[in-house]
Nanobody
């Protein structure tokens, strides 16, 4: 059974930094793209950043220059370094990954959410 386990998050003042981690465990063949989403109260879940297995990245305009997504393929882990945090970054953050569990069978898995709260 494949699981994504999220760690990190918490409370920060505006201008501060936090780091999120998301580790995949279980039996699988490979991990393809990995992503971070967030959902603030009353808002739809939005894509924050993504990274391919080759290391290509994309960011939402709202976090460009402040957030950095990275991955350690040896540890099956994706990270989100969040700097210069703003109150509007407050949300529950989720990781997501496309994981090939066997030949020609790829599924999207979600980790549990972690709360990030930024105070002004």
């Amino acid at each position: 059974q494949v699981q994504l386990v999220v760690s990190g998050g918490g409370l920060s003042q505006a201008g501060g930094s936090l780091r999120l981690s998301c580790a995949a465990s279980g039996t699988f063949f490979s991990i393809n793209s990995m992503r971070w989403y967030r959902q603030a109260p009353g808002n739809q879940r939005e894509l924050v950043a993504s990274i391919t297995n080759g290391g290509s990245t994309n960011y939402a305009d709202s976090v460009k220059g402040r957030f950095t997504i990275s991955r350690d393929n040896a540890k099956n882990t994706v990270y989100l370094q969040m700097n210069s945090l703003k109150p509007e970054d407050t949300a529950v953050y989720y990781c997501n990954a496309d994981i090939t569990i066997r030949l020609k069978e790829t599924y999207t898995y979600w980790g549990q959410g972690t709360q990030v709260t930024v105070s002004s």
